[in-house]
């Protein structure tokens, strides 16, 4: 069966909902009204709902909409800039994207069912992302290959503050321990 092609209006609709939840959700929480969200996203209730019948409908839709945005990041940064440059930046833009769902992680962890596929999706878009960049780093003799790209994931994760000056420095830190020595 064809898949049906969203209106244009729908999916500014959508894509409006995504910011907004996004936005509300890193104030209020994901337990903010949806009425909020609707107001900031300027659609009625009614649109919430004909997209996200379950709070945890939206709420993956906006793990998932945040995800790409981040993993989709390292090919554009790979092709503007030296291997450890892109890898660099995307480890900061990585951990910017942890800081900021700290809000939404408790939802993750709290073993509702809806959130089970989201840590495979997870590691299945920022896995390959990031090896990519590293493969790249180490390919030139930046870095050496002392990570995996899961293990570099998990480390940030840990270390991610919203605290941006300490992320930076301690995402530098780490860069630098992973550096070839003469």
Request: aromatic share 6%.
């Amino acid at each position: 069966m064809a898949e049906r092609k969203v209106r244009a209006d729908a999916q500014r609709n959508l894509d409006a909902l995504l910011v907004a939840a996004r936005d509300v959700f890193a104030v209020s929480g994901v337990d903010a009204p949806v009425r909020e969200i609707a107001a900031k996203a300027g659609v009625g209730v009614g649109t919430v709902y004909r997209h996200f019948p379950q709070r945890s409908d939206l709420v993956t839709a906006v793990f998932r909409h945040e995800v790409d945005a981040c993993a989709e990041q390292a090919p554009l940064l790979a092709a503007q800039h030296p291997p450890v440059e892109a890898l660099h930046r995307w480890l900061l833009r990585f951990t910017g994207f942890v800081a900021a769902k700290r809000g939404l992680a408790a939802a993750l962890h709290s073993g509702d069912p809806a959130f089970e596929t989201l840590p495979a999706y997870f590691s299945s878009r920022f896995e390959p992302a990031l090896g990519a960049l590293l493969d790249a780093a180490v390919e030139t003799g930046d870095i050496r290959p002392v990570l995996t790209p899961d293990e570099l994931l998990v480390t940030l994760s840990r270390l991610s503050t919203p605290d941006q000056d300490y992320t930076e420095r301690v995402v530098d830190l780490l860069l630098d321990g992973l550096r070839h020595r003469p």
